[in-house]
């Protein structure tokens, strides 16, 4: 097997406008990727995501944005048929992309388990699918999940439960697609240290998980860092690629199993 770099590489990133999603465009840019594909969900994240493209731009990327709800499985289509019409191909297909609700399971309504279920299971699902058509040989994909795959806790039943899912389908995947010299993994962080976190959380709960893991005193804030997990998703498209089918938690041990 010939050496796996990023040199002339496409990635689609979902979720890929900002936060952790952004900086792992950086990266893969850095590394050598000529074309990054970032989906973002809604009106009120276009901003961020022409933000990133612009500084992806800059650097001397060529950048594409495209808009759409995941749960929705045309949507998952039109994202990668667009990339490979701008680009010529997919190499890499990275979603970060996902929603927490955070409730006890007597208050959680059939919306929340809905929305739970279709941005975190049913979005993942046929975006592995969809890159699963696309991608050339001796591509990689990622899903972003959770390290509360591993945690006891009281208040978080749905959205640990839709992660979970991901789990089998990068399991199924990475036997289907590896005969093509494509790995599949997941990654489950622990709390990280953006919104995505802080709007479910009181400062009570913030005060507890900064301090939760075993390495916390040597984080910013205790918590998940996006810096820690973005090198995580270069090495398993690059170098790491002999790794699949796994979950891996990056989490400072905050969980383990």
Do not use: C
């Not at 994240?45 to 749960?71: C, H, M, P």
């Not at 993994?185 to 990280?192: C, E, K, Q, R, S």
Request: charged share 20%.
């Amino acid at each position: 097997m010939s050496a796996r770099t990023l040199d002339n590489k496409v990635a689609v990133i979902a979720g890929g406008g900002k936060n952790l999603g952004a900086l792992i465009g950086h990266q893969l840019v850095d590394g050598g990727a000529r074309g990054i594909a970032i989906h973002y969900n809604s009106d009120a994240s276009r901003s961020d995501a022409e933000k990133t493209a612009a500084e992806l731009e800059a650097k001397g990327a060529d950048t594409l944005l495209v808009q759409g709800d995941l749960a929705v499985v045309e949507n998952n289509v039109r994202l990668f048929d667009q990339a490979v019409a701008h680009f010529g191909q997919v190499d890499i297909a990275i979603n970060t992309a996902g929603v927490v609700i955070k409730k006890p399971i007597l208050d959680v309504t059939e919306a929340d388990y809905d929305r739970s279920f279709d941005a975190n299971a049913k979005a993942a699902f046929f975006f592995i699918q969809q890159a699963g058509r696309t991608l050339a040989d001796g591509g990689g994909i990622v899903s972003l999940v959770s390290s509360l795959l591993a945690a006891y806790t009281p208040f978080y039943a749905i959205y640990p439960a839709s992660k979970a899912a991901v789990e089998h389908y990068t399991r199924a995947a990475s036997k289907e697609f590896g005969e093509r010299g494509i790995s599949v993994n997941a990654i489950g962080p622990g709390p990280m240290d953006t919104p995505f976190f802080y709007g479910q959380e009181s400062k009570e709960a913030v005060e507890y998980h900064s301090s939760a893991a075993a390495l916390s005193k040597f984080s910013k804030k205790g918590l998940t860092d996006i810096e820690d997990i973005a090198p995580i998703v270069r090495f398993l498209v690059t170098e790491g690629w002999w790794i699949t089918g796994q979950t891996i938690f990056a989490n400072g041990g905050y969980t383990t199993r």
